[in-house]
């Protein structure tokens, strides 16, 4: 037996995976379960996709490193993959030493072999960060349809693909500067030279590792269009340094080096890498991945493998499945839509369900779509009308009515068992083809035949008038719930471990299906699964609907009316209290607004998640030196706001001279005498426990604050927390806002 090694799509870092996301992962699960349930070696490895563009701009937005970025999100993807209990042998990252060796090492050899060449190409560059900026370094007005903030790499708003020499006035976005078109060089991967090793080794390889349909066809009609050559390098600092002269600068496009993370997460996984990698002829290399990325597996990839000249494991079966599809749309992470893995963790439906229906459900061989109804009616339908009240009729009924051991020395029911034994093989070749969705779904019409036996035997009547037909029959079934929990362990693992204890036979593996002794009497047996009620349903379908900043503001919006209710009725501070969030904010990093004369662009540190970014129009009255590291107070629940592209995600509180005219004077209110992240409130109120709603400006304002003497109050009562309260040193009778 050939050992297995199984990768499944490396997550991209910066984003929150979705449903549609997680069938990759899971699906790589089942299939590692499987392997290890039947007896293969078995290494499955998966980790996070870490370089890139997209990581580095948003790392800049927030005002952090983009190894912070990464590290804060690797957290999230783990966690979120803990909680569905997949059981990867290992979850790395690209970001990591092995990954630089083994890519520039890679790169090396290709080059040797002549598979790199170089081209000279103008490009836009910032004379002031001294840089080439990369398609999303650089914004302007689109040339087609003139709307402004268009990406170098694509319009947001006409959706064109564009070449960022394109745009119109264009601008660095880092520092705001025009920049100018410069001459620079690239390096590509002579694909159309690789092209007759890898039309080779396609042809026997999709027959041999029987893979996906649309990953034979994608990957023909690459081969059939001609493949042209690719760059691989980008002006980013976010990256693996390119190990050539001249290329300081630059580093690897990160599609050219994640598929090398399945190598390098093995190296940190184990050190006896070399043994899966570079093993083709003991080694099969299973992929799971979504149909977008089946090119970057089946082409680009091989031919780096194939160029470098290694004797590489290469890709044996691609296990390449069509789209999950969210009530009739697409799931969308950057538009907020659909359900996504931190959400699923609070629906109070246990991970085996969710499991269960992502692969009784999986896009297998079309795009498939999640809807509610049909996630209720399958699960109370098959999951529990079928499977759950097969275990639990057979095994509660041979509890009451068989205590001793007489019911396993009965002969088991020959025809019964063929039939069980002929449908297990099946079950075992689609397992073995990674076609799951077939699997669960002939794991779950086994286990309808064993209900249609119990039925068609009536054991309540036959265990009098017959009782030898009765045991057969019962302890027929007994073996089948055996079987079945060893089929569905890989799906339901958790399940599949409840059901063997229902029978003392946790020890069983795959092997074992069809070959039926051991068993010796029943143990305490309760309910597989709780019921989906219409009630829960409609909740969850309510809840996920929209996207997910719709759904925050309709929370906003009916939390605003239950609060307005009670506002009518209560003090001034009262109101403050219940409505306004105030904490003690550090500053951790000042910026310029690029389009923005008087505002800069805070980072604070709130001791929350993520770091806040707010934009302030304080240019006039502190330099960037005075605010670095003071302590501010931040409006900490103010409805976010744009201002001229940034969005600011709150507001700081300052006091000014109520006698000037608006707008002239101001002094931030700094409160060094405060722990950041304390919440401040007025005096005789306590912090209020839930996170409360967005505040809208104009609601905010209307609540007046002012010093008196000094201090900061409201309604008479000063603003802070134990006792002490927040001050101004220069305004000491006038407005806060
Ligand atoms: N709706 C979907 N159904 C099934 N698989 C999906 C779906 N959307 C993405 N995938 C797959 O999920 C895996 C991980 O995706 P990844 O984190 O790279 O992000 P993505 O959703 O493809 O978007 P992007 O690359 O734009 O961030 C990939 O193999 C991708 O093909």
Known sequence: MKKRLVTSALPYVNNIPHLGNLTQVLSADVFAR???????????????????????????????????????????HRDIYEWFNIGFDYFGRTSTEAQTEIVQDIFNRMDKAGYVNEHEMEQLYCPKCERFLADRFVEGTCPHCHAEGARGDQCDNCQTLL?????????????GTTPVVKKTKHLYIDLPKALPLLESWMENASKEGFWANNAIQVTKSWIRDGLKERCITRDLKWGIPVPKPGYEKKVFYVWFDAPIGYVSISANATKDWKKWWFDPDNTELFQFIGKDNIPFHTVIFPSCQLASGLDWTMLHHMSSTEYLNYEGGKFSKSLGIGIFGNDVQDTGIPADVWRFYMFYNRPEKSDVTFTWADFQEKVNGELIGNLSNLVNRTLTFVKRFYEDEALFDAPIDSDLHAQIVEREKKIDSFMERAEERDALRQIISLSSLGNKAFQAGEPWKMHKEQPEKAMSLLKTLVYLIRDLAVMVQPFMPETSLKMLSFLHAENTNWNDLGNWEGIQGIGDVSLLFTKLEDSLIEQLRTRFSGSQEEREQKKTKELEKTMDQKEDQVSLAEQFASRVVLKVAKITNVEKHPRGDKLYILTLDVKEEEPRTIISSIVPYYKEEELQDQNIVLVSNLKPANFRGEKSYGMLLAASDPDAEEHTTCEVLFAPQFEVGSVLTPEGFSPVEEKLPYIKADHFFSMPIYTESGVVKIDGKPIGKDGVALTAKKYLNGPVG
Do not use: Q
Request: hydrophobic share 30%; aromatic share 8%.
């Open 163 to 175: 070449d960022p020499i394109e745009l119109i006035d264009p601008h660095c976005v880092v520092c």
């Open 34 to 76: 499987f392997c290890r349930l039947k007896g293969y070696e078995t290494l499955y490895i998966c980790g996070t996709d870490e370089y890139g563009t997209a990581t580095e701009t948003r790392a800049l937005k927030e005002g952090i490193s983009p190894r912070e970025l990464c590290d804060r999100y690797h957290a999230i």
